[in-house]
């Protein structure tokens, strides 16, 4: 597990029900490419961010399959449209098998 990872999320407390709103995420990660090597010499193992997944109420709004390219600290944005309150869960998984998730409540009025 990679050391100080820290997802951040911001979702809006409430939405209109099938109007788009912007979602943003960013996690705190290196991201070790495996290229580069310690003070003796030794390859520094890749540790990277390999996938990222948004989930509202169980259901799929977008993922995204991540390379050894990929910056350090990767953000996202995107939007999404929903018709009922509940639950966004986000998911970012590590190389060497780490998951990291959040999770945060929309209200549709």
Request: charged residues 25%; aromatic residues 10%; proline residues 5%.
């Amino acid at each position: 597990m990679a050391d100080n990872v820290k997802p951040r999320v911001r979702v809006p407390r409430s939405a209109v029900a099938g109007e788009a709103f912007e979602i943003k995420t960013l996690i705190s990660h290196k991201m070790e490419s495996g290229q580069r090597k310690d003070s003796d010499g030794n390859p520094i193992p890749r540790s990277i961010i390999n996938h990222f997944s948004c989930d509202f109420n169980g259901e799929n709004v977008m993922q995204a399959m991540l390379e050894g390219a990929i910056s350090t600290n990767p953000y996202f944005q995107f939007e999404a449209v929903i018709q009922e309150s509940g639950t966004f869960t986000f998911t970012w998984l590590d190389d060497d098998g780490s998951e990291y998730t959040d999770s945060k409540d929309i209200t549709v009025g």
